[in-house]
């Protein structure tokens, strides 16, 4: 048996649910555990900041870093990830594009300070907390934007499926072999090539089980989606939010989205602004940092 591989799990601002992804292997843990030299992983492994700063320069093998920087520590993690780590990989679409909390910045700070703190429903004299908490990025950059990584694995989260296969491919040596076909591909619905009549929100109507979600009038993304989740949404009757980001990840997801529109649905501009009530939250939602719109955004927030 060769020698275990070491690695580091990094993890920025996020929900943990990508290293959620990982546990959930369950006993598929048990071939890749004895693989893992685990030199350090934020509550899980009893290892400190101070440990990973202590390592040498390029000494642990992979790295894993979820989640987005959102606070100055979360910044110095990530660089000190792709200081001590061979590979570096960008792990669930928070780490790869800027994923959900990436919207928060269609809002500058204040605002976002005052939703969450000041103005909260839920507690009154709300105050920004300060004390033994690291202070707030101005904005959410793509993590790219501060490192280079060497492999990115989005989804929101990752499926335990494409998790295996990325971790023994790259622990044994070989190519992460990932399909690059979109959602679509996978999806078992019938497709009729019929146009969209009007746009529906998911909660009206109820959907035929075996058509096509799109051609029903539902927002359904596959056909811009990366499938590496095997169309497991819309084969359960939920259209595909694109979560796992566009097919070719350096394409501005959110405008691939839009185009989609031009063919399945060929309505008025105005007519359709009416029907989608929320083009950010619906075409953007995991991409909106990485995206064109989100680069002029954070622009305009540097020159502040």
Known sequence: MTDPVPIAMGQGSSCWGCFQSLVDIHLGLADVLPLLDIKYWQAVADFKLHHLESYPDKSVVVGLYEGMARTEEDVHLLKLMRDKCQILIAFGSCSCFGGIPGMANFSDIEECCDVKFRNNRTVKGGKVPSENVPPLEKTVKPNNSYVDFDIYLPGCPPTSKVIATAVNALLTGRPIELPAHAVCHYCEREKKEEPVESWLRDFQ?????????????????????????????????????????????????????????GSYGPLEAEEMKAQIKDPLGSFWRFTYPASHLGQIRLRREGKK
């Open 205 to 261: 109507g109820i959907s035929d089980p075996d058509r096509c979600l799109l051609e029903q009038g539902y927002l359904c993304l596959g056909s811009s989606t990366w499938g590496v989740c095997e169309a497991q949404c819309p084969n359960a009757g939920a259209p595909c939010k694109g979560c796992h980001g566009p097919v070719g990840h350096f394409v501005d997801h959110g405008a691939a989205s839009i185009a989609m529109l």
